[in-house]
């Protein structure tokens, strides 16, 4: 692995304590299948762009308009970094400072309403966000939290159930956008569910940003008043996160992030989505986008054809939940038992579930890593026959150790991109 190589080269040189820690982790990924849908694999462009000397610059403000001398390059990395995020998503203005997804919707809120309005998000438990509403979440603390979920017969969502609760909270914010919904949005709707209610219509889509940029997903850009997203998740580029809006409400959302959130902008951070976004212009990434979907489909096909029962009956999108009740198996099981055969999911709550947060009864899985390494759908039905033998063989050290030999056959046969 040379990219690696090189990096952990340096680092072995200079403190070899951490430098084992990052080779551990290395390992780790390359040994293990990475289902866990919001994760993915940056390119050695995006590392090396993160890794660069862009970490030692000050630079409070916006390019052009800072608070600090010597801005001269950081300001064109950070103005190439905005016009690409604004081309990718056709957005007349985008802020790209925002170091995460939270960040990025705490800055959308304080430029859309203040503290003590009403938001109205998806339930956490249906698969909204934290931050759209948590109790234990900055949005749930500063704002009056209202919620809407899924239909309990089809367990989509149905606009005329959100429509009748938008009708009765009258939030100054909709927020739509989830990190457990297989299934696509619909931005018209939403956006006439907005005009109805007085409402002004926030667009989270950290999952699916990477979709939408292959074209993949509809785009929520035309029709939302704030368009909130994380670059790491599909986007595939590094940890962070991104604002897009029109014109008219720029000056509000860059207010909002610095500095009613943030102080200085990360850019080695803007750097390495500058990097990213450049990758989308290669006609690999919708290809890359539409492979996401297509495998997603293929694995959720396999898993229902060997009894396996997911919430909605499928997936529209780059992420599934297996709903264990039915096997009166736990969330926590199953994910235990994944790891132990290097398979890494995670446990996640399903709708209507009435166990705990903490042992909750779904499993959530996806294919954004997966597909980034190489992967299509002949290893989807390798995956999903995986993954069923574990869960119809929970605790079984025998079955883990036969699927833990095939899961790193897959891994070794579709190497890290860091060689
Ligand atoms: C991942 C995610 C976020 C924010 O994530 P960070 O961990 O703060 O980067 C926000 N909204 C949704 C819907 C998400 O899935």
Not at 166 to 173: D, F, G, I, M, T
Not at 243 to 264: H, M, T, Y
Request: charged share 20%; hydrophobic share 40%; net charge negative.
């Amino acid at each position: 692995m040379a990219v690696a190589a090189e990096r952990l080269g340096v680092l072995e040189a200079a403190d070899p304590e951490l430098a084992g820690l990052l080779q551990g982790e290395l390992e780790r990924q390359q040994n293990t299948l990475e289902l866990i849908p919001s994760e993915n694999i940056a390119s050695p462009a995006v590392l090396a762009a993160l890794g660069s000397w862009l970490t030692n610059k000050y630079a409070e403000g916006t390019p052009g308009r800072r608070y600090y001398g010597g801005c001269e390059w950081v300001d064109q990395v950070e103005r190439l970094c905005q016009d690409r995020a604004q081309a990718l998503f056709s957005a007349e203005h985008a802020n790209v400072q925002p170091h995460s997804g939270s960040s990025a919707n705490m800055a959308a809120y304080m430029a859309l309403c203040s503290a003590g309005d009403t938001i109205l998000g998806m339930d956490l438990s249906h698969g909204g966000h934290l931050t759209h509403g948590s109790p234990v979440s900055f949005s749930g603390i500063l704002y009056h939290a209202e919620f809407y979920g899924v239909s309990p017969e089809t367990e989509r969502l149905d606009y005329d159930l959100v429509r009748q609760r938008a009708l009765e909270v009258r939030p100054k914010v909709l927020v739509a956008g989830a990190s457990a919904y297989p299934r696509t949005f619909d931005f018209p709707a939403l956006r006439e569910i907005a005009r109805e209610a007085g409402a002004a219509l926030l667009v989270d889509m950290a999952h699916f940003a990477g979709l939408v940029a292959g074209g993949a997903h509809p785009s929520p850009v035309p029709y939302a008043d704030i368009v909130t997203l994380t670059t790491h998740k599909t986007l595939r580029g590094p940890w962070g996160g991104m604002i897009l809006c029109p014109e008219s409400r720029a000056k509000d959302v860059d207010k909002a992030v610095f500095p009613g959130v943030q102080g200085g902008p990360m850019l080695h951070a803007i750097a390495g989505k500058a990097a990213a976004l450049h990758a989308w212009t290669q006609p690999e990434m919708a290809d890359y986008a539409q492979r996401v979907v297509a495998n997603a489909a293929r694995l959720a096909e396999g898993l229902m054809a060997r009894g396996l029962r997911l919430v909605s009956g499928g997936t529209d999108n780059h992420l599934m939940l297996i709903d264990l009740r039915p096997l009166a198996l736990t969330g926590r099981q199953v994910q235990e038992g994944c790891d132990r055969a290097g398979i890494t999911v995670n446990r996640n709550s399903i709708p209507f579930d009435t166990a705990s947060k903490f042992n909750p009864s779904g499993i959530r899985l996806g294919t954004p890593a997966v597909t980034t390494r190489g992967m299509g759908e002949a290893e989807m039905d390798e995956i999903a026959a995986l993954v069923a033998e574990l869960i119809h063989n929970v605790g079984d050290e025998a079955a883990e150790r036969r699927v833990a030999l095939r899961a790193r056959a897959l891994c070794e046969a579709h190497p890290l991109p860091y060689g």
